[in-house]
């Protein structure tokens, strides 16, 4: 027992090697498709919240007491909402939670009925801790999660609805509703730090204003705290300014050099899904395997920075913002991103297919003629979230698999699948996720051959 302790403290006590660069010569090839039209009212900024105020407001500016904190855009049919924000420092002059509000507000002369299609919303504590996890996890029913981000896109992948929310809501003429009225609370933290993200999927039969604040707990006539109530929260929208501190202002789009500050998003970006199907006969649809001991790769939330040769950057334009946040929804947080590969074997022999995520390092340009990973990886987790994977295995029956990935900065990542296809053989592989709020772009999803 003495040797083994000894061995351990030893252990614990040397080192950690230094990384090894990994360069794999292997194609980056441009994500076909494109991001749909589907507006998403976007909360992020600030990301931390210190004062009570507007986060985003999409109403209209007149009558307002801070014209500038309303960005005049009209929600109607299908649209998302995902807000990340968080809450508490050791310098918090008491610890009244942080409430956070999205008011939905229905100004025609109609009723307005939005069904509320999936919806999640989780705090970091005591909902989603950011507890260590293996690289790769099979995750069957939803229960493997770090962090309330990689919780709230794993319950959305699978069409879920918290029980939270109503399947539906009617909004009266004129008027204002809570879509959501939730805290953020610190007073049992230690640290006092806690965080709360949320994404949700809506459809409205009619024209809706959103807008999310944040006000601190109020108190009731016996002194105990509770949640701000639409009055109060509608005296805020009115009265209002933006909360703050404000985040970095972001690098201007056309700065080509030096360091890049993305900055926060705070706006309604345009995307929901990013839907490819990749073929390179465009006759028979079909995607031809890698020959032996080959691979490629398309990129996954590619930005400026970060296109991996591929010319490519994914980020989701915004189509309204407040002018000191991102000019792009860097990291498409939220967004989905469905894969079909038609994956098919055109030559004489069997061969072993295997698709992967990883994670490699960023690159504008291919500085080495291929993706560059690091072994062992970088502490830095870059990708925390679940991938799910349809196809046909090698017995012909249609399978489907989760699995929950932990990706650190510069992973090459295992097999999602393998696959042992004869010659001629077809197999449509499904690639689906929701990139997960805190995870650091770019990815990509490699296809190879083994030799």
């Known amino acids: 027992m003495l040797a083994l302790l000894s061995s351990l403290l030893i252990a614990q006590t040397e080192p950690a090697p230094e ?19 589907v507006p998403m009212f976007n909360s992020n900024s600030p990301e ?25 855009f009209r929600f109607s049919g299908r649209f998302d909402i995902f807000a990340h924000h968080v809450f ?10 942080m409430y956070l509000g999205i008011l939905i507000h229905n100004p025609t002369s109609e009723p307005v009925t939005v069904n509320i299609l999936q919806a999640a919303s989780y705090l970091s504590q005591p909902d989603a801790p950011f507890i260590q996890l293996p690289p790769m996890v099979p995750n069957p029913t939803g229960e ?29 003429p004129q008027s204002s509703q809570m879509l959501m009225n939730l805290p953020i609370p610190v007073r049992t933290l230690e640290p006092p730090l806690n965080g709360r993200s949320t994404l949700m999927r809506l459809r409205s039969n009619g024209t809706v204003y959103l807008a999310s604040l944040a006000l601190y707990a109020r108190e009731d006539a016996q002194g105990n705290e509770r949640a701000p109530t ?12 933006l909360a703050g501190p404000r985040d970095r202002a972001p690098t201007p789009p056309n700065q080509t050099s030096g360091q890049i500050i993305y900055g926060r998003v705070a706006g ?23 020959q032996p001991g080959d691979a490629f790769s398309y990129g996954i939330s590619t930005l400026p920075g970060g296109r991996l040769q591929t010319g490519q950057a994914q980020s989701a334009p915004m189509q309204v913002s407040y002018s000191d ?42 500085s080495k003629q291929g993706l560059r990973f ?63 709020p805190d995870a650091t772009p770019p990815q990509v999803v490699t296809v190879r051959t083994l030799e």
Do not use: C
Not at 88 to 97: A, F
Not at 148 to 158: A, N, S, Y
């Open 230 to 241: 639409l009055a109060e929260w509608e005296t805020l929208l009115e009265t209002g300014d």
């Open 374 to 436: 690091l072994q062992p990886p970088a502490p830095q987790v870059f990708f925390r979230g679940t991938v799910r994977m349809r196809y046909r295995n090698d017995r012909g029956i249609p399978v489907t698999r989760y699995w929950h990935l932990v990706q650190r900065r510069g992973q090459m990542g295992d097999p999602l699948l393998t696959l042992e296809m004869p010659p001629g053989d077809l197999r449509l592989v499904e690639v689906d996720l929701i990139y997960p």
């Open 88 to 97: 508490g420092d050791r310098e918090l002059p008491d610890l009244t939670p």
């Open 48 to 72: 931390k919240i210190g004062t009570e105020g507007i986060l985003l407001s999409t109403f209209p500016p007149e009558n307002k007491q801070v014209p500038a904190a309303h960005l005049n």
């Open 268 to 290: 309604v970006s345009k995307g929901s899904q990013w839907v490819a199907s990749i073929a390179d006969n465009p006759i028979t649809q079909t995607l031809d395997i890698p």
């Open 19 to 37: 990384p090894q660069e990994i360069v794999k010569p292997q194609e980056v090839r441009p994500l076909p498709g494109e991001l749909d039209d």
């Open 325 to 366: 946040t991102a000019y792009s929804a860097h990291g498409n947080y939220g967004v989905e991103y469905r894969l079909n590969l038609p994956l098919q074997n055109n030559t004489n022999n069997t061969q072993t297919v295997t698709v992967l995520l990883q994670t490699p390092l960023k690159e504008e340009n291919l």
């Open 144 to 172: 493997v999660y770090a962090g309330p981000g990689d919780r709230v896109t794993t319950e959305i992948l699978r069409e879920q609805r918290q029980d939270i929310w109503p399947a539906q809501l009617t909004i009266p």
